[in-house]
């Protein structure tokens, strides 16, 4: 990896998303020599994923540079790679672009989608946990509206309208409510000759209601607001097959639609080399300092990790707010360590969780309060536009979406690269 | 193509670049059924492609929906589709998504890169004629920058950082110059490991000077700006092999460089079904009516067409303002035509014509004065904005230049989609 040698010792960090970005930040200055290793050239902010998927904001608006974000760190090394394996024994990790030695290891390498064992759902859906995942759904989208135009059956030319997303977590229901949003201000005008009383907006959902990460009161008042805009939920509801067009659910229930996104579960992205034992439900188990233990110096923090404690007996929800705390108290306590200090175990400090749903309509849900409506949708924006990295983004994404507010645009319906399955 | 039958004529115009665009808002209003074919379902600003390449302005921000551009108009048709071959006996269109009949057919397909016969120029080149090859370019000048720092070669690493543009006329320059001030601000700053000096920028012209289609002071004027910028410009040069790596000219000389693109000569795309005679240069020659001569109510206009008069012996330059012009005039024609009136000549109005070199500089030629500098930079400015369609595109363009003008800021240095060879 031509990582210059150092007589500090060196803390390699897979994947620069919320968990590995926090810890790189909060050891700026620290005594260590940081390498980080993604993927990607950029740190991606996932919650907003279904904005680029739904042409209201473009990718380069949530994605910044991990070397621009760096540029003044000294003794911090960036490595654009794909993480293949860790040796625990010999200290180091395997990547595309070669081996590197670690004093201390942290993986913070995010979930990937879990299709639960469906091959033809993983082969025909469309997931969205990369930037250019995303693209592709708003491509196919679009796609699909031109092919419609020229169907004369009227069954292909519903399901070629019609969008089946799975999963009412906040991503889905976001999704569902930016697509319905779509259907009422866009895709009418852009597509004056198809009769869009022919498109439907399906949600699934397994669970009996909407937002389990959130009060039994957000789902209803997510329902309702979904409801209202014209998205057909359906609970207690799990998909069991997919051939492109029909969408098959365990109680024998069909849904058409020629694209189903695919929002209903994540998984740890787990590298190889790390022991069956101490994998659990896609996450690798560590203790409360975020160490996989048995394994020594190696840390795992975010989505990938499962720290199992008593407030948290199934682990921490796999959203940004764990990711970023475990970040900055690993990185305190790979400073102690350098110091002969005991390290501070985690304790995860519930900031709030929040979705959108639509104009002037989201649920937040605050240590203190609920919120629900105008202001929780104005908490929802300021809290995205503060924490996007970069202040071009933030101007952008604010400008973006006072365009899209006042003047119902979505002007990004673009197909810049067509979609194609397998390609 | 599932087109509504009419009892209106039907105008069908083969693409949506200047010339397609600027013609099919001139019949806005008419009494013709039109339907406008584009490969792409938006309408991409051709003159800005090189600031998408070099992370100064998102794709987004200079491309625009074409059912947006049309949502209010009558008896319109879009359909994105590739265009096949026509049949002007059977005055059909032939396209990737079926055959449609016409009264009239306009083309204005516009230009793609010429390789002159250099194959592997062609294989190994990087052309920049659309969004996606722009991306391709930003993708790739990253890519090999992140491949430099693990090079222990200095040879394979100094041809990895350098960049090798043929093609010295306003695209060529305007690269060559943005590419110079991403080497100036950008990269020493994102790879300090990397001696910057290691990178060469090279600009290849055949002819012996640059910017042929403007005034030779222009020329000058541009190539001292460019070598004062660290451009190395090789005059009276013609690029006659590429191996990936090793540019071989035409006199012997060598350049390095793992990227070259090629600004060098473009031709036009001249659909199947227009017999050769019909074709000169890669262009359709067409009378002073944009007629192509033999065929029956069947246009060319724009980069495609070949118009050869008095004051224009080789035809008009290959640029917007004569296909835009062009779109106007036949749309005129068409009108006159449903009222029997005869068909009034083209003749082009050089409204002048102007490049960009980097901050504070440009040339700007108008038909009374010649400008340069910061005047001339700001005209550029002020009609490229002015031209761009969309309110949304005119301020994000807007912010991000004043975002790159003040802080030398590109932030779009992301890899979305790598660029893969063949893929």
Chains 1, 2 share one sequence.
Not at 373 to 380: D, I, L, T, V
């Amino acid at each position: 990896m031509n990582i210059p040698p150092t007589s500090k010792k060196r803390i390699v960090i897979i994947g620069g998303g919320f968990g590995g970005l926090s810890l790189a930040k909060s050891l700026r200055n620290s005594d260590f020599q940081v390498v980080l290793i993604d993927k990607n050239n950029y740190h991606a902010f996932q919650p907003l994923f279904y904005q680029v998927a739904t042409a209201g904001l473009e990718p380069g608006s949530i994605a910044y540079p991990f070397r621009k974000i760096f540029a003044n760190y000294q003794n911090f090394y960036f490595r654009m790679a794909e993480v293949i394996s860790i040796d625990a024994t010999k200290k180091t990790v395997c990547s595309s672009i070669g081996e590197v030695n670690y004093d201390y290891l942290v993986l913070a390498t995010g979930a990937t989608s879990n299709f639960f064992g469906l091959k033809n759902v993983e082969e025909k859906s469309m997931p969205m946990k990369s930037v250019s995942e995303a693209l592709d759904i708003r491509s196919l989208l679009i796609q699909n509206f031109e092919k419609a135009i020229l169907s004369k059956d009227i069954k292909e030319r519903e399901a070629l309208m019609s969008v089946v997303i799975v999963g009412g977590g906040p991503t889905g229901v976001e999704l569902a409510g930016a697509i319905a949003e779509l259907r009422k201000d866009i895709l009418p005008k852009d597509y004056p000759d198809l009769d869009i009383r022919g498109m439907d907006v399906h949600l699934v959902e397994a669970n009996n209601r909407l937002l389990t990460g959130m009060s039994a009161q957000s789902g209803h008042r997510a329902y309702d607001a979904l409801n209202e805009m014209g998205v057909d939920i359906w609970l207690d509801t799990r998909v069991s097959d997919y051939d492109g067009t029909t969408v098959t659910c365990h109680n024998g229930k069909t849904l058409f639609g020629s694209m189903l996104i695919w929002a209903a579960g994540v998984k740890g992205v787990v590298p190889g080399g790390i022991e069956a034992s101490h994998i659990k439900g896609g996450r690798i188990l560590v203790n409360e300092f975020n160490e996989i233990q048995g394994l020594q110096d190696v840390y795992a923090i975010g989505d990938v990790a499962l720290m199992i404690t008593e407030i948290a007996p199934t682990g921490h929800p796999m959203v940004a707010q764990p990711a970023m705390q475990q970040g900055v108290n690993v990185a305190k306590n790979l400073k102690r360590k350098l110091s002969n200090q005991a390290p501070i175990a985690f304790v995860y400090k519930d900031l709030g969780s929040m979705a959108t749903i639509g104009r002037n309509k989201a649920v937040t849900e605050l240590p203190r309060f609920k919120m629900f409506g105008w202001f929780a949708w104005m908490a929802w924006l300021f809290v995205h536009v503060y924490q996007l990295v970069g202040f071009r983004n933030k101007i952008i994404v604010l400008i973006s979406w006072a365009q899209n507010y006042f003047r119902h645009a979505r002007d990004l319906r673009l197909i810049i690269r067509p979609f194609k399955r397998g390609g």
